[in-house]
Each structure stands twice: as structure tokens, then as C-alpha cells.
């Protein structure tokens, strides 16, 4: 991994260029010492076991890892770093001071401030130990083992869903600061955020960030307070809100398509073990069907579409696809036009 020069310069800048987007720079925090006193007064050095889950790196400083000087892995990370949830999201007033038009290079950047959706795709990355410890732009302290990002227009503070298009793992991220500023780095993800997506010891991945609008929030706090019920596949995320397949129509006329377009998916036990991509949630199964009949015209990349009643709700499906990253390759290269936001669960 090379820690980005822009992100370097947007952070370094943050005391000189940047006074309204970041508050005063800190000490970074030290790391405990594992420096045992001895009754003599002398200290022995107790080796540190580093999780073995983790990838080997090279050591920041060392000049072996492309990092940009002393950027790079913590020297003890936190265990179990894997099991680290994603952020928890809540609708928060926009910082006043964080989402002002600012200039980095000679580049004029405005921050988003309305709820229209946001989407794009390209290199993401992400920054470590030389940042660990100091301000970002909103004025938090930075936390390489937090799920945090950073992000040159995206609102402080904001939430973004994170899909990494080669290892197909899937994030939600905090927006809290700014960066990085190069043609093809589209987003800086905190190390734990990188190790979730697959890409901690290349250093970067095609990735799709999409912002999570109030509405989006909204009905992922919903569907975890509304109770589970037993469901019919393992969802890696429930965040569908009912009714989320009823969107504006494709402008392809579905009336001339044939009957066999699309093949209604077996009962729930009778599904084939894979990967599906799930493509909204109706209270009704007349308005699953419309929602998978004005999909039809994409079935070729979704795969087979089919509904699947849950409990109450009646749950529309593409698949199966072999992998994950399948799935969510699918799932990238599906039409914003569609309105559809598709949830990778595993059968």
C-alpha cells in the first residue's frame, strides 16, 4: 500500500490552507509501551504477538512499502480488527465549518450539502500510523481502527456504503474528513475499513462509494428495531425498506417482452446454495411482481429474478452468482436509472 501524497498534503495543510475545514493539529497518540520495569530499575522489551489474522506488512519507515515517509500499519494493531462493525449510523446535522468550498492544488472543491444521491466508482485507498491521533476535518481525532473515511465532497459528517468490486466485501463508513485529491482516488479508508474490503496489503481496489441519504438512514434504524423474523436466506445486510423495488420504470417497454422473460424462483428451501443479489422488499406480491417485471429488461447480467415470500414481506431476488465479488459486480453495474440498490446475501 502507498499512502496517497494529496491525502499527505490535505492533512499536513489542515493547520496552514485548510483552518476551516480541520481544528488544530495534535500529538499523536503513543502506543502503550510494552517496556516492563525490572526491580533493578533497567526495563526488559516483552515481545508484542501481533494477530496472526492480520496481513504481514511492511513496518511504516521502512521504506519497503511504498508508503509516503512514515505512513503505514500501526506497530500493535487491536485483535480481532475483523469483527469490527461498521459505523453506526444516525441522522446528524451537516458541520457548518467542515462544508465549505475550499482549494487544495489549485483545485476548488464544494462540498455536497443537498440529499441528492451520490454514487461513483474508482481507486479507493487508504491512510494509517502517520495520521493516527490527529484532527481530521470535522474536528475528530483520527482512528485508524474505526470504520472512518475520507472523502473530498462527500458532507461532514455523512455515512457512505463502501463495495469493493474485486473481493466483493461491502462497508459502511463515517465521513469525517477530507481527502484524497487525485484524478482516479475517489475515497481514503481507515486501515480496519481496508482489511474489511480485502484490500489492506495492496494498498487499493476498485471500489463503488454510495452515500447514504437521511432516507437510507432512516430505514436502516427501522429494520433493526422492527422485529426478525425467521428468514428464508442469511442476509449480510438488512437495510430495505419495504416497498424499495417500486421505483421509476426503465424506458423499455416491458409489454413486448415473453412470458418466459423471467422464471419465479422455487420455494425458499428448494433455493440453490450461492450468492444472490436482493433487489427490494414489497408488502404486497402484485407490487414484487411489477418490481421484477420492470427489471426484466436487465435479467441477463441480474440472473434469474424471482420473488420469495418472508414472513409478510415478499422479497424480489437475482441470482445465483458463484462468489460474492460476482454478485456485487452485478450489483455495481446495474442503471442508477433503475433507482435500485441492491444487498448482497449469501444462501
Not at 197 to 205: D, E, R
Request: with cysteine; proline share 10%; charged share 20%.
Amino acid at each position: 500500500m502507498r499512502a496517497p501524497f494529496d491525502t499527505f498534503a490535505m492533512r499536513g495543510l489542515s493547520l496552514t490552507v485548510l483552518l476551516t475545514l480541520a481544528a488544530c493539529g495534535t500529538t499523536p497518540h503513543k502506543p502503550a509501551s510494552n517496556n516492563v520495569p525490572l526491580p533493578s530499575g533497567g526495563k526488559v522489551k516483552v515481545p508484542v504477538r501481533q494477530d496472526p489474522t492480520l496481513p504481514v506488512l511492511p513496518a511504516a519507515g521502512s521504506g519497503r512499502g511504498g508508503y509516503y515517509k512514515d505512513d503505514g500499519p500501526g506497530d500493535n494493531p487491536p485483535a480481532n480488527l475483523r469483527d469490527v462493525p461498521d459505523a453506526e449510523v444516525r441522522n446528524e446535522p451537516y458541520s457548518t465549518r467542515s462544508n465549505r468550498p475550499y482549494v487544495v492544488f489549485g483545485k476548488t472543491y464544494t462540498p455536497i450539502t443537498d440529499n441528492e444521491p451520490f454514487k461513483q466508482k474508482g481507486t479507493g485507498t487508504w491512510y494509517g500510523k502517520k495520521f493516527h491521533g490527529q484532527r481530521t476535518s470535522s474536528g475528530e481525532i483520527y482512528d485508524m481502527y474505526k470504520m472512518t473515511a475520507a472523502h473530498p465532497t462527500l458532507p461532514i459528517p455523512s455515512y457512505a456504503r463502501v463495495t469493493s468490486i474485486d473481493s466483493g466485501e461491502q462497508v459502511i463508513v463515517r465521513i469525517n474528513d477530507r481527502g484524497p485529491f487525485h484524478a482516479t482516488r475517489v475515497i481514503d479508508v481507515s486501515y480496519t475499513a481496508a482489511l474489511k474490503l480485502g484490500f489492506l496489503g495492496k494498498g487499493s481496489h476498485q471500489v463503488v462509494v454510495e452515500r447514504l441519504l437521511p432516507a437510507d438512514i432512516d430505514a436502516i434504524l427501522a429494520a433493526r428495531a422492527a422485529p426478525k423474523p425467521v428468514p428464508s436466506v442469511v442476509a449480510i445486510s438488512i437495510d430495505t425498506p419495504v416497498e424499495t423495488g417500486a421505483v421509476a420504470q426503465p424506458e423499455v417497454s416491458t409489454q413486448m417482452l415473453p412470458v418466459d422473460a423471467t422464471v419465479a424462483m422455487p420455494a425458499p428451501e428448494a433455493l440453490a446454495s450461492g450468492f444472490y443479489l436482493q433487489l427490494g422488499a414489497y408488502s404486497r406480491a402484485d407490487n414484487a411482481e411489477s418490481g421484477r417485471s420492470r427489471l426484466a429488461p436487465y435479467a441477463a447480467a441480474l440472473g434469474t429474478l424471482g420473488v420469495v415470500q418472508a414472513g409478510n414481506l415478499f422479497r424480489l431476488y437475482g441470482g445465483p452468482f458463484s462468489s460474492r465479488a460476482e454478485a456485487a459486480r452485478a450489483a455495481a453495474n446495474l442503471p442508477e436509472s433503475t433507482g435500485i440498490k441492491p444487498i448482497v446475501i449469501q444462501r
